[in-house]
């Protein structure tokens, strides 16, 4: 009796997000660490080849059909983003809302010189205590490929003016406290000035 409940708990959930997944025509991808993919598959579970993958990032991404059955708890989904096609887990996706609301990525800093760069979805600022500073649009933010997971490069510029940040997730200290943080960061600004610092 109790799986039963919980069974039919579970199907209406899923009812209501086939409801409100309705209403919007693309959907975006959710609950994959930042540097990291979402793989897509040729069937609707995880015993089907990978044929392709999706950044954590992806946004616009087109629902072709839903599955027709549950594996184990998930609902699989069929999906198109870029001209790929595949299966993902429905887990992984959620409505996609355009917004004005700009998010922040990674703020990362340094010391010896102070150093502080805040990466956004559509911009990176810049300021340094030895006077540089500026706000850039992003030119590129994604995973290093080859690369161990977590590990991004950003770039951004504006007329003479720019930033390359690498960060790799390995444990950070900032050198002047006890704390430590998920990502250490390389980073090269106005393509001659290098820094050494952490992320979080």
């Known amino acids: 009796m109790k799986r039963l409940l919980i069974l039919i708990m579970t ?18 991808v959710v609950n994959v660490s930042v ?21 954590y990032d992806a946004k616009k991404i ?19 983003w870029h001209g790929q096609r595949g299966w993902v887990n429905s887990r992984y996706l959620k409505a996609y809302k355009k917004t004005n609301t700009q998010q922040k990525i990674f703020n990362c800093f340094g010391t010896e010189p102070f150093w502080d760069i805040n990466i956004y979805t559509n911009k990176v600022k810049v300021n340094t205590l030895n006077g540089i500073k500026f706000t850039a649009p992003l030119l590129f933010h994604g995973r290093v490929m080859n690369s161990p997971a977590g590990t991004t490069m ?23 406290s006890d704390n430590i943080y998920p990502y250490q960061a390389l980073v090269l600004i106005n393509g001659d000035k290098a820094y050494s610092g952490c992320c979080n």
């Open 154 to 176: 950003t770039n951004a510029s504006i007329g003479n003016k720019s930033v390359v940040v690498m960060t790799e997730k390995k444990q950070c200290d900032d050198g002047m």
């Open 35 to 55: 540097g990291d993919r979402l793989n897509m598959r040729e069937g609707p579970n995880v015993s089907y080849p990978i044929t392709s993958s999706l950044p």
């Open 11 to 28: 199907f209406g959930a899923m009812l209501f997000n086939l409801e409100a997944w309705a209403k919007y025509e693309q959907m975006e």
């Open 62 to 80: 087109r629902v072709l059909r839903w599955a027709e059955e549950y594996t184990g708890s998930s609902l699989w989904v069929k999906i198109k």
